[in-house]
T-cell receptor, first 112, second 114 residues
């Protein structure tokens, strides 16, 4: 079963705009990770945020985590056409023993 | 350094056949996980192996099995293939033994069952 629910399911923006993607989950977690996938290929790890962290930055990416609301957001600033991809949140649930649970993903289209 | 490699890239099988998918982790990584990704969905966890021992199993039937070799490479075997087994099979390696850390994914094997 899918733990994470991303929102929106699809997002279309203009190059240079910011893209915000949200993820909600149901059970307590050890960490939450965001991945990117281009055209059905392998996933690329973007960022990991642990349950005791509230915000993390990596280049143009900013991730927040609110464990009280069981939600996370991924912000991509100054988007580029090359950011067009599917984005997934994945949770490492407490007690789930070595397993990542992925959401269904968000399709981001960045128009040149 | 080479990333995670998987073979074959694409595979076409018929119902009832058997398939073996292979994965080589990043050098130094002792943990390998397998995921199934059906079109339009997120990856679903199948197995995790660490130091040749199974450390986690997802909700998949016994037709799915895996093993890890002394060099930490891994095989995923699927018996009695069904049409619903058509998917992208992803392998990921990591340093972590228990729990999860950054997972490094291979390009996947696209399996089509006719």
């Amino acid at each position: 079963s899918q733990q994470g629910e991303e929102d929106p399911q699809a997002l279309s923006i203009q190059e240079g705009e910011n893209a915000t993607m949200n993820c909600s989950y149901k059970t307590s977690i050890n960490n939450l990770q965001w991945y990117r996938q281009n055209s059905g290929r392998g996933l690329v790890h973007l960022i990991l945020i642990r349950s005791n962290e509230r915000e993390k930055h990596s280049g143009r990416l900013r991730v927040t985590l609110d464990t009280s609301k069981k939600s996370s957001s991924l912000l991509i600033t100054a988007s580029r056409a090359a950011d067009t991809a599917s984005y997934f949140c994945a949770t490492d649930r407490t007690g789930a023993n070595s397993k990542l649970t992925f959401g269904k993903g968000i399709t981001l289209s960045v128009r040149p | 350094d080479a990333g995670v490699t998987q073979s074959p890239t694409h595979l076409i099988k018929t119902r009832g056949q058997h398939v073996t998918l292979r994965c080589s982790p990043i050098s130094g990584h002792k943990s390998v996980s397998w995921y199934q990704q059906v079109l339009g969905q997120g990856p679903q966890f199948i197995f995790q192996y660490y130091e040749k021992e199974e450390r986690g199993r997802g909700n998949f039937p016994d037709r799915f099995s895996a093993r890890q070799f002394p060099n930490y490479s891994s095989e995923l075997n699927v018996n009695a293939l069904l049409l619903g087994d058509s998917a992208l099979y992803l392998c990921a390696s990591s340093l972590a033994s228990l729990g999860t850390d950054t997972q490094y994914f291979g390009p996947g094997t696209r399996l089509t069952v006719l």
